[in-house]
């Protein structure tokens, strides 16, 4: 009973779907993406096999809404030590665990302010939109490698705290600051090396509010108030038909707000039966709700199935990240 249930149809197909998209770039792209295949002759096969299984695992772990919030914190952690952990190898001099062999700045906003002070090299702008038009705000919740840290930070208090009604206009802010600036940069023809240690600034700044704000408040403050990514990403996860969404049936009990830590799902926000704009529909509120009242949406399908769809789309898109994302 319990294996037929592992090898129902969505956890097949999010086998398959990771296995098509790997094996996809296996075969296109002119130089090896997956790992393995860089020290072992045809060893990538064999890790588009392993990935394509663990996505599956990561689909049935995900399915249970009461303890998919404790699962995704963790998967999304161990991405994020993976990725830097071929960082910390490739910069000990192991070349080959590097995308290209060559250093880029691990900083989320790089993606954006990167290409526009080179003028050129726009394909993480353009992976990042793709992400978002998939599933939406979750790029923030799933695909960040930075942003697995905040959620670790915040998740060190059990109870989330009150924000500032202007952390998001702060947020909004930094975005138009840091794009402004970098084009300012260019403009006076700042060199390479410099914009890349105020950028680092700009990373370490992120890191300390982690540690200083985030676990000592229970919200994930880095992500919903600092990160010029997370404005992108929420404001263009609305072009996203996946939403999260409080039925008619919520007491508002606010048990759910004890369970957001992206400052999501304030009192207002229940009252008005819609997540506030900071959600990135992570599902952490799910099992929280006695009345099953928070449920996905996604056009008119049914609420379960719109789980099940995200789900599967997000996860295959993890394990293609954990496979292929390196610096």
Known sequence: MASRKYLDAPTITTFLLTMTL??????????????????????????????????????????????????????????????FGQLLLGLAGMDRMLMTGQLHLPVPAMIVVGPIFRGERFFMPILFLSTVLLVGPAWCSYLCYVGAWDGFAASQRNRPMKMPRWRRTVQIIILFAVIVVTMLLRMVGVSGIIAIWMAAAFGIGGVGLMV??????????????????????????????????????????????????YDALKMADIKRRQPGSSCTLCGDCLGSCRDQSLEYRFLKMNPDKARTLFLVIVIVLHTVFLGVARI
């Open 212 to 261: 200083s704000v985030s676990r000592k408040r229970g919200v994930m403050t880095h992500c919903t108030s600092y990160c010029p990514m997370g404005a992108l990403a929420t404001w263009l996860g609305k072009l996203n038909p996946f939403r999260i969404r409080i039925t008619s049936s919520c007491t508002e009990c606010g048990r759910c707000s004890l369970a957001c830590r």
């Open 22 to 83: 790997l094996t996809f770039l296996q075969l296109k792209l002119p130089n090896p993406m997956l790992l393995l295949e860089r020290y072992v002759p045809r060893g990538g096969w064999l890790e588009i096999f392993a990935l394509a299984l663990y996505a599956s695992w990561i689909f049935k772990k995900s399915r249970d809404p009461f303890q998919s919030p404790k699962w995704r914190l963790r998967i999304w952690l161990g991405f994020s030590i993976v990725f």
